[in-house]
Nanobody, 124 residues
C-alpha cells in the first residue's frame, strides 16, 4: 500500500488549506481506517483526525475540532483534510496513514502504512 499526500504550503493565520492523500496498492480496501497526524519541529508526531469508511465514526484532536474536517472519497481512494482558521501552532508536517481495521484509531501504533508527509506553514 502506498500513500501520496499533497496540498501543503505557506499560508497566513486565518487562511484555509485542503490536504489530500491518495491510497494505492492491490491490498488497500476502502473499508480501511484512514487518518491524519502531524509533527511539528522538535515534537513527536500527534494525532489530528481519523474517519472510518462509513463516516459514522470520526475523531478529531481537541486542538483542531471545529476547524478541521476529514472526509473521504471512496471512488478515488482519497482522504482529505480541510483546514480552516489556521493558526501558527498548526505549522507541521502532516502525514496521512491507513490500517486494515474498520474502527478509527487515534494511536500512531495503530497504523501500518504512512505517506511521505506534506509541510504546512502558517505565518502570523
Amino acid at each position: 500500500v502506498q500513500l501520496q499526500a499533497s496540498g501543503g504550503g505557506l499560508v497566513q493565520a486565518g487562511d484555509s488549506l485542503r490536504l489530500s492523500c491518495v491510497a494505492s496498492g492491490r491490498t488497500f480496501a476502502s473499508k480501511w481506517n484512514m487518518g491524519w497526524f502531524h509533527q511539528a519541529p522538535g515534537k513527536e508526531r500527534e494525532f489530528v483526525a481519523a474517519r472510518d469508511w462509513t463516516g459514522h465514526a470520526t475523531y478529531y484532536a481537541p486542538s483542531v475540532k471545529d476547524r478541521f474536517t476529514i472526509s473521504r472519497d471512496h471512488a478515488k481512494n482519497t482522504v482529505h483534510l480541510q483546514m480552516n482558521s489556521l493558526k501558527p501552532e498548526d505549522t507541521a508536517v502532516y502525514y496521512c496513514a491507513t490500517t486494515p481495521t474498520i474502527v478509527p484509531d487515534r494511536n500512531i501504533q495503530g497504523y501500518n502504512y504512512w505517506g511521505q508527509g506534506t509541510l504546512v506553514t502558517v505565518s502570523s
